[in-house]
């Protein structure tokens, strides 16, 4: 497929803008990324363009200084389920493309250098009472994938997407929430700790259709997730969730993006984040837009950070645009943190020693999160590798 974007217009004398480098005016609002399927048309990022200025470049760099031959693509194993159909889309088959187009250097990469797409498609009615189980398999070559996930007309279901070990992987994924459906879409990073991973995930949800997106990030040296979801049916809703714990080293990121496009839509956005550890570092950039036929809309963003030692760095930057006076409500909010000495006192007045009563407060926070999930063998897996870190944390 070519390119989606029109080239800028060249100015006499002038050099491109540091903020986005597409041209010698800056971008002015998430809707207007440049998106293309060719990589030549992003070029390798430099750490000046918008998307990237808080991203460690050199640590993703291997990705793209890999030669295309020597590439390779990970492993995917699904779990099988009654009512679950699992093949493989070439590009140009649809409806692989249908709703995603790459918006960065390695998400084009991830797209030319997948030449066959594993596509999940939920059968329309489908009830799953069981997650459907997806094992992605990395390594320390550079490797690429795309996925695509579909749920037809009123389907319901969990997908679970598990990433465990070594990785230098670019990571596509493709969800299409068909009319009436519901859907919930899980990714659970617990790579090993030199393990770099950049994944874009980009979503629609139809006429009354619902959409889950929880993304959970404890391990790897560098994790960036970016989800994007756009409302374009009457009636949809999307929750948007989010948690991690950043050690000392780790860079863990994700810029979300909500587009509240169709009429009297939904959308809640939560992302919360520890940190510890010396140079342990977390960037969560929210972007929401409700356009101008979004009327109806109620939208709400919001983004928690406890920072549990010195030497940690949150960067947290909520965005919002409103295109119509008619809406609902919205609102968004960011706040970062050390723990809150009332709540220490609170607990420590009560006989629980100082170290245990942080640790209660470090579950309890991240804790809302994880049981929004819906999969308590998952959630109790969770818990225990939030608590396995602290424990690591308290006696480093």
């Known amino acids: 497929m070519s390119s989606t974007t029109q080239a800028p217009v060249a100015v006499p004398g002038s050099t491109a803008h540091t903020d986005g480098g597409w041209g010698v005016v800056p971008i002015q609002t998430r809707s207007e990324r440049p998106q293309s399927y060719d990589p030549a048309d992003f070029g390798a990022p430099t750490g000046r363009e918008v998307n990237w200025k808080h991203t460690p470049i050199e640590r993703l760099a291997p990705l793209w200084q890999t030669d295309a031959a020597a590439t390779r693509t990970a492993g995917i194993t699904v779990g099988e389920h009654v009512g679950v159909e699992v093949?493989?889309?070439?590009?140009?088959?649809?409806?692989?493309?249908?709703?995603f187009t790459p918006e960065d250097y390695p998400a084009a990469l991830a797209w030319v250098r997948t030449p066959e797409a594993t596509r999940i498609r939920l059968t329309s009615g489908v009830e799953l009472s069981d997650p459907v189980v997806v094992d992605v398999v990395a390594d320390t070559a550079a490797t690429f994938t795309h996925l695509?996930?579909?749920?037809e007309p009123h389907a319901r279901g969990t997908v679970l997407l598990r990433h465990a070990g070594p990785a230098l992987l670019a990571q596509n994924v493709e969800i299409i929430v068909r009319d009436g459906a519901a859907l919930t879409v899980v990714s659970v990073q617990r790579w090993d700790d030199d393990a770099v991973h950049a994944a874009a995930h980009q979503a629609r949800v139809e006429r009354d259709g619902a959409l889950t997106h929880v993304v959970v990030s404890l391990g790897g040296s560098v994790v960036r997730v970016n989800p994007s979801v756009e409302l374009a049916g009457p009636g949809s809703r999307a929750q948007l969730y989010g948690v991690s714990f950043s050690d000392s080293g780790q860079h863990l990121e994700s810029q979300v993006y909500l587009h509240h496009k169709g009429p009297h839509t939904v959308g809640d956005v939560l992302y919360k984040g520890a940190l510890q550890g010396e140079s342990a570092r977390s960037v969560w950039i929210g972007d929401v837009l409700i356009g101008r036929n979004a009327v109806g809309t109620d939208s709400y963003e919001a983004n928690r950070n406890l920072v549990l030692t010195d030497g940690a760095r949150a960067d947290s930057i909520p965005n919002l645009e409103i295109e119509t006076g008619d809406i609902a409500g919205a609102g968004h909010a960011s706040a970062t943190g050390r723990f809150d000495d009332e709540q220490l006192f609170y607990l420590q007045a009560r006989g629980i020693p100082e170290a245990e009563a942080r640790?209660?407060?470090?579950?309890?926070?991240?804790?809302?999160?994880?049981q929004r999930i819906g999969i308590p063998t998952l959630e109790d897996e969770l818990m225990a590798a939030i608590e396995r870190e602290l424990e690591e944390g308290a006696a480093a």
């Open 148 to 151: 695509v996930i579909e749920a």
């Open 87 to 99: 093949d493989s889309l070439a590009p140009g088959s649809a409806p692989r493309g249908e709703v």
């Open 359 to 370: 640790r209660l407060v470090v579950l309890g926070f991240l804790g809302e999160i994880v």
